[in-house]
Nanobody, 127 residues
Framework: VQLQASGGGSVQAGGSLTISCKAS????????MAWFRQAPGKERSFVGG????????SYADAVKGRFTVSRDNAQNTLHLQMNSLKPEDTAVYYC?????????????????????WGPGTLVTVSS
């Protein structure tokens, strides 16, 4: 599986941005997928994710109510819609796939759990 994120950019606080992650491979729909982010000088942290059907996405407390994870399995694409952005949301955002949880209904928030990673896309929120 290869992952490629896109859609990053600069936005003012309070604005919105959607980033996407295109995956290769025929079994994308069976992998739990997640978004992580890493700000300068900080560890990579879980943002949100969902299983194959994406019926019950999971979110970090810091983004709950502002961010929405969705996926289009027909297009092998994972999305992250970000609303009410804050300067502290500034980070490189990574999409990741949990190969070892193939077909699972569990989303893990630990980065080490994920096998495949995209190269990341930078989101900058100015005040």
């Amino acid at each position: 599986v290869q992952l490629q994120a896109s859609g990053g950019g600069s936005v003012q606080a309070g604005g919105s941005l959607t980033i996407s992650c295109k995956a290769s491979g025929r079994i994308f729909s069976r992998y739990p997928m997640a978004w992580f982010r890493q700000a300068p000088g900080k560890e990579r942290s879980f943002v949100g994710g969902c299983t194959g059907g994406c019926s019950s996405p999971s979110y970090a407390d810091a983004v709950k109510g502002r961010f929405t994870v969705s996926r289009d399995n027909a297009q092998n694409t994972l999305h992250l819609q970000m609303n009410s952005l804050k300067p502290e949301d500034t980070a490189v955002y990574y999409c990741a796939a949990d190969r070892s949880s193939y077909g699972s209904q569990v989303i893990y928030s630990t980065a080490a759990r994920y096998d495949y990673w995209g190269p990341g896309t930078l989101v900058t929120v100015s005040s």
